[in-house]
């Protein structure tokens, strides 16, 4: 599956808004589809690259901004914030974990359209340099695909959770990562993650690749330790 700045996951669960918003996203050229909770969500994500995500705060499942949280921590595609909450505190807390744009409702479909090409073209521009497939060692990791390949040329089976896991590892520049961090960033939607599910999840990457591709710090997170490339470029040791 390739990446596609044009898609878009509306995250909603007034179902007949959520249905003319997308009806009108798709007469203005866009991919759309919605969904109707957190869950769904993640689903979604697990099966798709989305360049945009509108999300509503007030989901059945799941806070909005818990949601925004987890959202940012597993991809850099824009978020815009849709929602009924006109508070100072909920605005102020969307942008500091990331999202792109907050919007009041009600609002006009022609104005929805506008913020999304604004925030979508300048995602083009912030990120054009970076790179949906990394070399972490000798292996090749694809986001656009979620694929991973050994220097053979052979595809390894990774699970949505153990690429999410090394993909944000890999992109920390080498700093350590907390393991609330990466809870967040593995974070499925179907219930609480734990710190024991990422343990798990480090030990089963280790095994399908190698003990010294995540390196442990005691009391402290996780970080990786094979060299990263992007196009053949060294960028970091994670």
């Keep these: 599956m390739h990446l596609n700045n044009d898609a878009i996951l509306v995250v909603e669960d007034d179902l007949g808004f959520a249905d003319f918003l997308v009806d009108y996203l798709k007469k203005n050229g866009h991919q759309a589809e919605s969904v109707g909770d957190a869950v769904s969500m993640f689903r979604k994500i697990d099966e798709n690259n989305y360049g945009c995500f509108v999300v509503d705060l007030g989901l059945p499942d799941e806070d909005g901004i818990v949601v925004v949280r987890k959202l940012r921590a597993r991809t850099d595609a824009p978020i815009i914030v849709l929602t009924g909450r006109e508070g100072i505190d909920d605005k102020l807390a969307c942008f500091e974990l990331g999202a792109d744009d907050y919007v009041t409702k009600p609002v006009d479909p022609r104005e929805m359209v506008m913020r999304l090409r604004a925030v979508i073209g300048r995602s083009g521009v912030q990120t054009r340099g970076a790179s949906n497939i990394l070399g972490i060692g000798q292996f090749t990791f694809d986001r656009s695909r979620r694929e991973v390949r050994n220097p053979a040329g052979e595809t390894i089976e990774f699970t949505p959770a153990e690429f999410a896991l090394i993909w944000v590892l890999a992109q920390a520049d080498g700093e350590l990562l907390s393991r609330d961090t990466l809870v967040d960033a593995v974070s499925r939607g179907d ?42 470029i060294a960028v970091q040791r994670c």
């Design 191 to 232: 219930g609480p993650a734990s710190f024991r599910a990422v343990d798990i999840l480090v030990s089963r990457v280790r095994k399908k690749l190698d003990k010294d591709v995540i390196r442990t710090v005691p009391n402290a997170g996780y970080k990786c330790g094979w060299p990263v490339t992007a196009a053949g």
